[in-house]
Nanobody
Framework: QVQLVESGGGLVQPGGSLRLSCAAS????????MGWYRQAPGKERELVAAITSGGSTNYADSVKGRFTISRDNAKNTVYLQMNSLKPEDTAVYYC????????????WGQGTQVTVSS
């Protein structure tokens, strides 16, 4: 059994910061790409940021310069540092990881709520 456990969501004021964490556990041989998606009410799920095992990153245009994705391979953990948060960032954030066990499978976390409001 492989699972992703997210933490760090919550309520922040506009302009504030928040750091999300996602730790993978279970029968893991290796992890390829990891990333963060988000889904706001009435909107489709969208990619926020992704990072490869080698450290190459991609960001949505809406978060470039404000968000930073990183990973700790020794801990099987991916992070999302979110700065200068805006109300438009309000959404449920989902961790995603491509993980090898006995085969390659795309796993998702349960989601964590991020609310940016005054």
């Amino acid at each position: 059994q492989v699972q992703l456990v997210e933490s760090g969501g919550g309520l922040v004021q506009p302009g504030g910061s928040l750091r999300l964490s996602c730790a993978a556990s279970g029968s893991i041989f290796s992890i390829n790409a990891m990333g963060w998606y988000r889904q706001a009410p009435g909107k489709e799920r969208e990619l926020v940021a992704a990072i490869t095992s080698g450290g190459s990153t991609n960001y949505a245009d809406s978060v470039k310069g404000r968000f930073t994705i990183s990973r700790d391979n020794a801990k099987n953990t991916v992070y999302l540092q979110m700065n200068s948060l805006k109300p438009e960032d309000t959404a449920v954030y989902y961790c995603n990881a491509d993980i090898w066990s006995d085969y390659l499978f795309d796993y998702w976390g349960q989601g964590t709520q991020v609310t940016v409001s005054s």
